[in-house]
């Protein structure tokens, strides 16, 4: 039902948004946040160095359903929509009706979200110039905000700004039943940096870095840690299964801020795992021993002699330093896919886009394919929702692998030579196969 309260006409949306709203929308996301967060505090004397880092206490649970009716008006998915957020949960049996908020994971919770915070930059302050060569830009002394869905920061030009930016939010998202976290929402200067999106933004001697957040790491580090530990009694198969979607999918995230140094060091953590996995794995056996059969050159395109891998299989386990540093090329304003005027628009910016984190085969048929299938010249992988979270593109990386490893996108071959694989659509496949 959420689904399809999200797709009924007229629901607002898409056409009245805010341009630096990037949360739960078509064809933007976090590194779009990220750009928007570099251009306003980029720099060596930005005008805005203080931040209020506002977090809003659960937001989707807490939505004020009178509020979000008002907000649709009466377009004809409305009752569809009020009936939904009135239908209750029912957990563990036990049925609990449901006074406010919209269930997270919901089709259409999402689009509400946005739906109810749109006008934030209007209730902080945000003036844009509207007119002449610097339409878009925001005004000199007015605040800066950047949002995606509930988590937000609104660039001051002064401490005592920013304090009262956050008083005009706590009466504005009051009637909406929202609230902010007042054990997260701070003010901070940008020498002192703070964390967004899972990375961290700071200025080191007058210049900004974006880099991983320390969280972020220790996230990764834990996570590493423990799916190691669980592989201790497995197979060198078992080891080079599952843990290169996790290092690709962190890194593809990540590698658009200064990452180098993050990603060296995380190799060589993940050296220090993979080494005593092999060690307690052959208990009698020497360190020589241990290297000799499970370290090596696996991956022939680089002069690499520590990369960790399967003798048998010749499958190995790549590094964090092999993603390069891409940087992010924002989306333009107020640019949606639903605007037919700008179908060469997004057109140039999925071919442009950053290269997705696959091997080296399938990165290299995927360019010269340009994204496309060579069959039916539809895209394989769809740009308009990219991951947005170091689990999201783990999981991208999982569902591409199965995809391609059960044939929803095959390996076709048009030829006997060794260059004429192509990546196809299974359908697509099979019906060449018919033909």
Not at 103 to 114: A, C
Not at 157 to 163: G, H, N, P, T
């Amino acid at each position: 039902m959420g689904a399809r309260g999200c797709d009924s006409p007229g629901l607002p949306g898409e056409a009245r948004f805010e341009s630096r709203s990037y949360g739960f929308r078509p064809g933007r996301g976090c590194h779009d946040a990220l750009g928007a967060v570099y251009q306003i505090a980029k720099g060596k004397t930005p005008k805005r160095l203080w931040v209020l880092d506002a977090d809003l206490k659960a937001a989707f649970d807490h939505i004020d359903h009178d509020f979000i009716l008002a907000e649709i008006g009466l377009f004809p998915g409305r009752e569809m929509i009020r009936g939904w957020l009135k239908s209750g949960v029912v957990e563990k049996g036990r049925y609990s009706p449901t006074e406010e908020g919209t269930p997270q994971g919901g089709g259409i919770s999402p689009v509400l979200l946005n739906i109810t915070l749109h006008g934030m930059e209007e209730a902080v302050g945000v003036r844009y110039h509207t007119t002449g060569g610097r339409a878009g830009w925001v005004r000199p002394g007015s605040p800066a905000l950047v949002r995606y869905a509930d988590d937000q920061l609104v660039f001051c030009a002064s401490k005592e700004q920013a304090e009262q930016v956050r008083q005009r939010l706590v009466a504005w998202l009051k009637p909406r039943g929202l609230a902010l976290n007042e054990e997260k929402t701070q003010v901070v200067h940008l020498d002192q940096g703070c964390d967004f999106l899972s990375f961290n933004i700071r200025r080191y001697r007058g210049k900004l870095l974006i880099k991983p957040s320390a969280d972020a790491i220790k996230r990764v580090r834990g996570r590493l840690r423990a799916e190691v530990r669980a592989l201790y009694g497995a197979n060198v198969a078992a080891v080079t299964k599952t843990l290169p979607s996790i290092i690709r999918g962190w890194a593809a995230y990540h590698r658009i801020v200064v990452s180098s140094k993050v990603f060296s060091a995380l190799d060589n953590y993940m050296w220090q795992l993979l080494y005593k996995w092999a060690k307690r794995t052959h208990p009698t056996k020497s360190k020589h021993w241990v290297t000799a059969r499970y370290f090596g050159r696996f991956n022939r395109a680089r002069q690499d002699h520590w990369v960790f891998g399967d003798r048998e299989t010749g499958i190995y386990v790549p590094k964090f330093s092999w993603t390069k540093i891409v940087r992010h090329v924002m989306v333009n304003g107020g640019a949606s896919p639903d605007d037919p005027d700008l179908a060469q628009y997004w057109a140039d910016r999925r071919r442009k886009g950053n290269p997705p984190p696959l091997n080296g085969v399938g990165l290299h048929l995927v360019k010269i394919q340009k994204g496309r299938c060579a069959e039916c010249g539809d895209f394989l992988l769809h740009a308009y929702h990219q991951p947005q979270s170091p689990e999201a593109w783990e999981q991208w990386v999982r569902t591409i692998r199965m995809a391609i490893r059960k044939q929803r996108i095959a390996t076709h071959r048009e030829g006997n030579t060794s260059d004429s694989r192509r990546l196809v659509h299974a359908s697509c496949l099979t019906r060449v196969r018919r033909g």
